[in-house]
């Protein structure tokens, strides 16, 4: 069984920054796919960025509305996940989910907020 926990969610000015953490238990997180989702009340859940394993890092997509602001990226040793969040957007504000993929069995975080105000 894995636990996917996520942090490093708060309250950031527009044009601001963070970095989101989602560490992993009970695996050596060597998950097929870990992705970010993300979701405001009343709205279906939607794909912020994904990463597949692969022996060169692995390929990354992005929605629209993220590229070239937020990065992904994982660290196998230290069993993680990450999302690089630049110039945040009010747009931006919402609950983020990690998600992991291992074959056929999808975990998912509990979330984290991300509200992005003046």
């Known amino acids: 069984q894995v636990q996917l926990v996520e942090s490093g969610g708060g309250l950031v000015q527009p044009g601001g920054s963070l970095r989101l953490s989602c560490a992993a238990s009970g695996s050596n997180f060597r998950a097929d796919i870990v992705a970010w989702y993300r979701q405001v009340a009343g709205k279906q859940r939607e794909l912020v960025a994904a990463l597949s394993s692969g022996t060169s890092g692995g390929t990354s997509n992005y929605a629209d509305s993220v590229k070239g602001r937020f990065t992904i990226s994982r660290d196998n040793a230290q069993n993680t996940v990450y999302l690089q969040m630049n110039n945040l957007k009010p747009e931006d504000t919402a609950v983020y989910y990690c998600?992991?993929?291992?074959?056929?069995?999808?975990?998912w975080g509990q979330g984290t907020q991300v509200t992005v105000s003046s």
């Open positions: 998600k992991a993929v291992f074959g056929f069995t999808t975990y």
